[in-house]
């Protein structure tokens, strides 16, 4: 079992819908990263969370400590939004692990 | 600005050469790491390096070297040993013990024909 786990691994929606993509990791991730990386391009950093609730224009993205969960969401989804989300941590020997990510594909 | 620099975003190179993909950091930070990644795969570690002059290899290690002379930069070199090199390499740095933020470059587009 990977130690960081996402899901869906694909997913379709119509342009407006809110998203939602989880992340669940295992004990001894610190850390929690969500990414993004768009078709044939780079990768671009979107939060970093140790706790709480994190809100940056239509995205969002809250973690819990307790259950080792976080979700990343997205509010009135739009075409330009299709990429591929990544979470990842810190695990306890010091090595980033990568969820394998969610494909998002937004119709317009 | 702090950050991490991978250049260049695309790079393309003749089966048989050695490349050097770089990497560097101007963000005072211990540990940095490299990632490779296929089509429609997870990414995957290849080298590792926690503190100048010393680094660990990743689950993917053969094929590839890697050097860390400097605390701000982590080179890697895909040599001709690796059967497969065409891929996304992904750079990665993270914060000292007080502080364990971690920095992902913008990554490199590597094609070999």
């Known amino acids: 079992k990977n130690e960081v786990e996402q899901s869906p691994q694909n997913l379709t929606a119509q342009e407006g819908e809110f998203i939602t993509i989880n992340c669940s990791y295992s004990?001894?991730?610190?850390?929690l990263h969500w990414l993004q990386q768009h078709p044939g391009g780079g990768i671009v950093s979107l939060f970093m969370?140790?706790?709480g609730k994190k809100k940056h224009g239509r995205l969002i993205a809250t973690i819990n400590i307790q259950e080792k969960h976080s979700s990343l969401h997205i509010t009135a989804s739009h075409p330009r939004d299709s990429a591929v989300y990544i979470c990842?941590?810190?695990?306890?020997?010091?090595?980033?692990?990568f969820g394998k990510g969610t494909r998002l594909h937004i119709l317009p | 600005d702090g950050g991490i620099t991978q250049s260049p975003k695309y790079l393309f190179r003749k089966e048989g050469q050695n490349v050097t993909l770089s990497c560097e950091q101007n963000?005072?930070?211990?540990?940095m790491y490299w990632y490779r990644q296929d089509p429609g795969q997870g990414l995957r570690l290849i080298y590792y390096?926690?503190?100048?002059?010393?680094?660990q290899k990743g689950d993917i290690a053969e094929g590839y070297s890697v050097s860390r002379e400097k605390k701000e930069s982590f080179p890697l070199t895909v040599t001709s040993a690796q059967k497969n090199p065409t891929a996304f390499y992904l750079c990665?740095?993270?914060?000292?013990?007080?502080?364990?933020?971690?920095?992902f470059g913008p990554g490199t587009r590597l094609t070999v024909t």
């Open positions: 990665a740095s993270r914060g000292t013990s007080t502080s364990y933020e971690q920095y």
């Open positions: 004990v001894g991730i610190s850390a």
């Open positions: 969370l140790s706790s």
């Open positions: 990842a941590g810190l695990n306890r020997d010091d090595k980033i692990i």
């Open positions: 963000l005072n930070h211990d540990a």
């Open positions: 390096s926690q503190i100048v002059n010393d680094f």
